[in-house]
Nanobody, 126 residues
Framework: QVTLTASVGGSVQAGGSLKLSCIAP????????TAWFRHILGKERERVAV?????????KYADSVKGRFTISQDVAKKGMFLQMDSVKVEDTAVYYC??????????????????WGRGTQVTVTS
């Protein structure tokens, strides 16, 4: 798979939960893992969470979502997921799954990722 796709997001009330899924290659042994990014209007695209080689020890989260979001990966099924719990209004954004470049560095940067899903809108209401 060279095209990453994500499930449709939608609207959810603050404090609620939502799960995003993505069909993507696992990019095993790449310098950077497969990641979820989000783009909040007026801000730069930021990495929300990343996982590499289905190894939970590689998981990193943005401080803004730590403790609330959970990333997971199923290598065999080429699935990547983002479980969003206790969502906040400020989580409203377009969310993307992304695959790393073959020779990537600075893995927190969008520049490290060469394959992007189309993105899905998540809107959190108060």
């Amino acid at each position: 798979q060279v095209t990453l796709t994500a499930s449709v997001g939608g609207s959810v009330q603050a404090g609620g939960s939502l799960k995003l899924s993505c069909i993507a290659p696992s990019y095993l042994q790449r310098p950077c893992g497969t990641a979820w990014f989000r783009h909040i209007l007026g801000k730069e695209r930021e990495r929300v969470a990343v996982i590499r080689d289905e190894d939970e020890s590689t998981i990193k989260y943005a401080d803004s979502v730590k403790g609330r979001f959970t990333i997971s990966q199923d290598v065999a099924k080429k699935g990547m997921f983002l479980q969003m719990d206790s969502v906040k209004v400020e989580d409203t954004a377009v969310y993307y799954c992304a695959g790393p470049k073959y020779r990537a560095r600075l893995c927190a940067s969008p520049d490290a990722y060469g394959v992007w899903g189309r993105g899905t809108q998540v809107t959190v209401t108060s």
